[in-house]
């Protein structure tokens, strides 16, 4: 177990050796390991429970096309920073992209003559892509859902670059610059008697 | 639909409730509480402190937007009334 400097306690930075960036490592693998590395139990459990749990929601809600949502590179960017979860993601998917195109073959192949636009062509297409998406739940599409799928999983990396900045503060015992406490004096401080003026330096101008 | 067919985390849940996409804005309340609570373990030193400092920041997060939504919704129309 890596030891974690006191943090908040002092601002100088220092080292955190090869212990201490193997749990940065750890960090990004698993959302909230780092923590836990460093002796940070209750505070890493959180992490572990909720980002790893934003990203199985992303992926419940989304399905796993959630994950490298296409022509949106800057999401699978964020979602990469979620570590191993994404890793295993994103082999899936793109397992389930080859499944995906071999389903629209499969619709298109049997779908009722599209240039025909009689309201019973029309309803017997609709009826088509029901019982073809009940059978097929990956072709289901709602562009909004989807979308919120893949932002849970990119928020889900983001917050774990927070995490793993966490880590690297507590590591390094670096103390945060706190808003209020730069604004405000300190009134716990011990305060300074009034120090005797000083008198004029020998030698000067009289 | 059949829910045999369904996998979770493979399959969207569209598929299981077509009418999620109606109510795709309140998917944001659980996202926002993720957020208030991993930032919060982040910058609170006492742990117990954690819940209530989250709930108070998802509050906030959520005036915050409601405000923005009414004002936006106000310039869109008075965008529509003028131009």
């Not at chain 1, 619709?107 to 309201?119: A, G, K, L, M, Q």
């Not at chain 2, 910058?43 to 937007?65: D, F, H, N, S």
């Amino acid at each position: 177990m890596v030891p974690e400097h006191p943090a908040h306690s002092h601002s100088t930075s220092e080292s955190p050796g090869a212990a201490g960036y193997l749990a940065l490592v750890f960090a990004w693998i698993v959302p909230g390991l780092g923590h836990l590395l460093i002796g940070q139990r209750a505070r890493g459990i959180i992490f572990l429970l909720t980002i790893n749990g934003l990203f199985a929601g992303g992926l419940l809600i989304g399905g796993i096309r959630a994950i490298n949502p296409p022509e949106q590179p800057i999401w699978t960017y964020t979602q990469l920073l979620a570590g191993a979860p994404m890793i295993i993601a994103s082999k899936l998917q793109k397992q389930a992209e080859k499944n995906f195109e071999l389903l629209q073959d499969e619709y298109r192949s049997n779908r009722p003559e599209e240039w025909d636009t009689s309201p019973k062509k029309i309803d017997e297409r609709k009826a088509y892509a029901k019982d073809f998406i009940a059978q097929h739940p990956l072709f289901s599409y709602h562009p909004k859902v989807q979308d919120i799928g893949s932002v849970y999983c990119g928020i889900a990396g983001m917050l774990n670059l927070l995490v793993m900045f966490d880590v690297l503060l507590r590591i390094t015992g670096t103390t945060r610059e706190e808003p209020a406490a730069k604004s405000k004096p300190n009134p716990s401080a011990p305060v300074a008697p009034p120090s005797p003026p000083t008198p004029p330096a020998a030698g000067g101008a009289a | 639909m059949n829910v045999l067919a369904f996998i979770p985390l493979l399959d969207p849940l569209t598929a299981l409730y077509p009418n999620l996409s109606d109510y795709w804005l309140a998917l944001v309340i659980p996202l926002i509480v993720i957020i208030c609570i991993v930032y919060k373990t982040t910058r609170e030193k006492e742990l117990c402190k954690i819940p209530r400092a989250a709930l108070v920041m998802t509050v906030q997060i959520l005036i915050l937007m409601a405000f923005a939504a009414a004002a936006l919704q106000g310039i869109y129309w008075l965008t529509i009334r003028v131009v």
